[in-house]
């Protein structure tokens, strides 16, 4: 028996759901009446979905062109993605139901087509340049998320260029105020000073360099591996006429030779250096502080501490972050004291991230033409899916965003000069 796209997609999907699939061969499944459509334009499609079950299949075809949405925007599918995960229920076929699948899909079907440009080599294959968190791999994966375009990250990020969780000093704040009051807290639980000096390991565009030194009267140093963001950061701190305070160097954070910094942000930077890093990591930091200087450690976490970190080649790995690693909050926290370092506060803004994806799938959204000029339907895509996918994870409690402060002692335990509570709370 040769089944239509649509039969076989009938044996995958529970009768009754609420997403309708239509297919290039005229067949269809699904609710017929269902505000979304999804559409497999070619055999293509249908192959990439074959050899790549879940969501790294439906990912190719779509970011392809293969596979259409109706009634969801491509620059925010928030509500479809919603859709799929609270009333969706695919599931592998039945033992008997594979050999007609298998018949109809016939050897040609289950060939795995030509990966789509915008997708990364599996992990094995980025050996080629070096071992996982080597300085050239992590300057690759670096490459591939971050040098997509200024341009792009302009519409994307707004005005503030600021490409981390924001923090919402109420729920109608703008993108704006909520980035920068979240550079605010940063300062404040850093107590800076006029006069102290900072360091911003994994700057991105310069946001916190230029806050701190605008507002807080520091000079400050930041690092990236990206040569696009320090060169966009580098044109933002002249105009701004602060050039003899803060600089932007494109650097990697293990390669800074100074000493001595009052202050160490890390915001956003964890999540790529790799899990069984993290011990030279705090130590490396530690070892940039003075002592009673402080670092505020700012990342995306999970849930709990037990998953190993690494990811293993999904939808994020292969089109977003490769080779970035999550852990929980209890992890980092532990390796930070046993660098040495005094937790002295954690707190978690999860809820802050999923406005702050809310905002920017708006900023794509309204700027959609444009940011497909800029870099092409497939990358645009991308960010699209990403963004709404990860809204939905903030919100459903799959991952967090966690900030903790610590302190550098001396010798003797003391070096702090704390006040005893709180001190950036009003």
């Not at 007609?100 to 050996?127: F, N």
């Amino acid at each position: 028996m040769t089944l239509t796209i649509g039969q076989m997609l009938d044996r995958v999907f529970d009768p009754g759901t609420p997403v309708r699939f239509t297919a290039y061969d005229g067949s269809s499944a699904g609710d017929p009446d269902s505000r979304f459509t999804i559409h497999l334009a070619n055999e293509r499609a249908v192959r990439y979905i074959a050899t790549a079950p879940g969501e790294l299949g439906l990912a190719r075809a779509y970011v392809a062109g293969d596979l259409s949405i109706e009634g969801a925007d491509p620059g925010d599918p928030y509500d479809l993605l919603r859709t799929f995960r609270d009333e969706v229920e695919p599931h592998l076929p039945k033992v008997p139901e594979l050999p007609d699948i298998l018949k109809s899909l016939g050897l040609k079907g289950l060939r795995p087509p030509e990966l789509p440009p915008e997708e990364t080599p599996a992990p094995w294959r980025r050996m080629v340049h070096g071992l996982r968190h080597s300085k050239a791999r992590d300057a690759d994966a670096i490459h591939h998320h971050y040098d997509v375009s200024n341009r792009f990250y302009e519409i994307l990020l707004g005005p503030s260029m600021t490409y981390t969780c924001a923090c919402y000093p109420t729920v109608d704040a703008t993108l704006e105020e909520a980035q920068a009051n979240k550079y605010d807290l940063v300062c404040r639980k850093l107590g800076l000073q006029p006069g102290m000096r900072l360091l911003d390991v994994g700057c991105g565009w310069g946001g916190m360099v230029r806050h701190a030194v605008k507002n807080y009267g520091v000079t400050a140093l930041g690092v990236t591996l990206s040569d696009q963001q320090a060169r966009w950061a580098a044109k933002a701190i002249a105009e701004d006429g602060i050039s003899e305070r803060a600089e932007v160097r494109p650097l990697d954070y293990r390669d800074v030779p100074e000493p001595g910094f009052d202050a160490v942000s890390s915001i956003g930077l964890t999540e790529h250096i790799g899990v069984r890093n993290y011990p030279g990591y705090f130590r490396f930091l530690k070892a940039r502080l003075r002592e009673g200087g402080r670092l505020l450690n700012h990342c995306i976490t999970r849930t709990d501490n037990k998953h190993p970190g690494i990811s293993r080649g999904g939808f994020i790995d292969r089109y977003v972050f490769p080779d970035g690693e999550l852990t929980g909050a209890g992890r980092i926290i532990t390796e930070a004291q046993d660098a040495g370092l005094e937790v002295l506060h954690e707190e978690n803004l999860r809820p802050h991230y999923a406005m702050t994806l809310r905002d920017w799938c708006t900023n794509l959204v309204e700027h959609w033409d444009e940011a497909v000029a800029e870099v092409g339907l497939g990358t645009a895509r991308v960010w699209g899916l990403y963004m709404a996918g990860s809204r939905l994870g903030f919100e459903r409690n799959i991952v967090q965003l966690h900030q903790v402060l610590a302190v550098k002692l001396d010798e003797r335990g003391g070096g702090m000069d704390l006040p005893l509570r709180p001190w950036w709370q009003p």
